[in-house]
């Protein structure tokens, strides 16, 4: 049962907002948005400077879950996400990370329960902390067919193009509900309907 979901990215105050490396933290800013509205008992986000992270909690069904998303650069995800599951006593098996991929094409979306960080730093260091690849993930992919020839750094870290950022936002969502199903009737009944 996830109990933890986090999605990854850069500070926006940094300068970070609407790049391709902070399609997770968008998501978990839609599904707070979502919860909100949907279930009473659903807090807004609030900054804890000792986790350096953003929380939200709340119920779905009879499950309290935590939405998360953070306050320090990628590299340093591992930290917090080790900070709060160990807190609230999370096994790694019940937290599912939202992140950008671009390996995977514009707007796809992959989940799986395990796996490699595949390149990307935020998972690594996650997985560098809780010391397993058994993490549940789902990835938003942001590729394009220049972003096999695109510098990695660059790529993540630019902005989407006009065109692309229509199709990102409709991935988004989408990837907000496939959290959402997967909190509600499991990560199995999510990869069978999301997954592409």
Excluded: C
Excluded at 44 to 55: E, G, I, T
Aim: avoid cysteine; aromatic fraction near 8%.
């Amino acid at each position: 049962m996830i109990r933890l979901v986090v999605g990854l990215g850069n500070p926006e105050a940094e300068g970070y907002k609407d790049t391709r490396h902070n399609v997770g933290q968008s998501v978990i800013k839609i599904l707070g948005t979502v919860y909100a509205e949907h279930f009473e008992d659903f807090g807004d986000f609030v900054l804890n400077k000792n986790f350096r992270a953003y929380l939200a909690s709340g119920k779905i069904g009879d499950e309290k879950v935590l939405l998360m998303y953070l306050a320090v650069y990628m590299n340093e995800s591992g930290g917090p996400v080790q900070k709060v599951a160990s807190f609230w006593k999370i096994e790694p098996k019940d937290i599912l990370v939202v992140f950008d991929d671009k390996e995977i094409p514009l707007g796809k979306l992959r989940i799986r329960m395990n796996g490699s960080a595949g390149g990307h730093n935020g998972m690594r260091s996650i997985i560098e902390r809780l010391g397993t690849k058994d993490i549940p993930r789902l990835r938003v992919g942001t590729g394009t067919a220049r972003s096999a020839r695109a510098d990695a750094a660059r790529f993540v870290l630019g902005k989407f193009s006009p065109a692309e950022r229509k199709a990102i936002k409709e991935a988004e969502k989408r990837a907000a509900e496939a959290v959402e199903t997967a909190l509600k009737e499991g990560l199995t009944a999510a990869m069978n309907k999301y997954n592409e």
